[in-house]
């Protein structure tokens, strides 16, 4: 991963430093698990002392918590962007699932640290990124329960199918790669198709 990729993940993230510590966190806990993974072994791949990690992070917890916390954010933020390109449930579903697929696809390996690592978060970390996956889930709900209502989708449980629809998209992280035939536009809009036909509606 390089300097620009890191300020594309976390333009926010000041100072360079900090992103670079990011970088190797995502490195060192999507290669070794967070549990493996030593403060020592995320500043050596940030090319640094292990005394300069704390200088940004007061601890390995911190740290995943802030790529957790900013990765959470940004599929959030797609998923609302999204729905602000269409009224009509069946395209906002469509919208939602190329571009959530497609973010795990090309983000793959931060992807799988914000996605997996997940528990390794102390309590109250783990409430705040929790109450942003209910804040996507029930974005997604609302537009299923809402294509329900309107006959555009067959569903009986609009909690199950959005949780089923957010699955999908989450599990691209654990598989993708940059051998993937598909590219992450192509593997977003495949989904989308499947998942049309999963809540009951024939993809255009």
Not at 110 to 138: D, G, S
């Amino acid at each position: 991963m390089t300097t620009s990729l890191s300020a594309e993940l976390w333009p926010d993230v000041q100072p360079e430093t900090a992103r670079r510590l990011m970088l190797a966190g995502v490195e060192s806990f999507a290669k070794r698990g967070y549990h493996a993974t030593t403060t020592r072994d995320i500043a050596g791949a940030a090319g640094m002392s292990p005394a300069a990690l704390y200088v940004h992070f007061p601890s390995k917890a911190a740290l995943l918590f802030e790529i957790s916390r900013s990765g959470h954010e940004q599929t959030l933020a797609l998923v609302e962007n999204a729905l602000e390109k269409a009224e009509d449930p069946v395209e906002r579903i469509r919208l939602v699932v190329e571009d959530f697929v497609a973010w795990h696809a090309r983000r793959h390996t931060v992807a799988r640290v914000v996605q997996y690592e997940l528990n390794a978060l102390p309590e109250k970390e783990f409430e705040v990124v929790t109450e942003l996956r209910r804040r996507i889930e029930r974005i997604v709900r609302d537009v299923i329960a809402a294509g329900a209502e309107s006959g555009a989708f067959s569903v009986t449980d609009s909690h199950t199918a959005a949780r089923a629809v957010l699955s999908l998209g989450v599990d691209v992280a654990r598989w993708y790669s940059e051998r993937t035939r598909q590219t992450p536009a192509e593997l977003g809009k495949d989904y989308s198709e499947l998942v049309l036909r999963m809540l009951g509606t024939r993809a255009a």
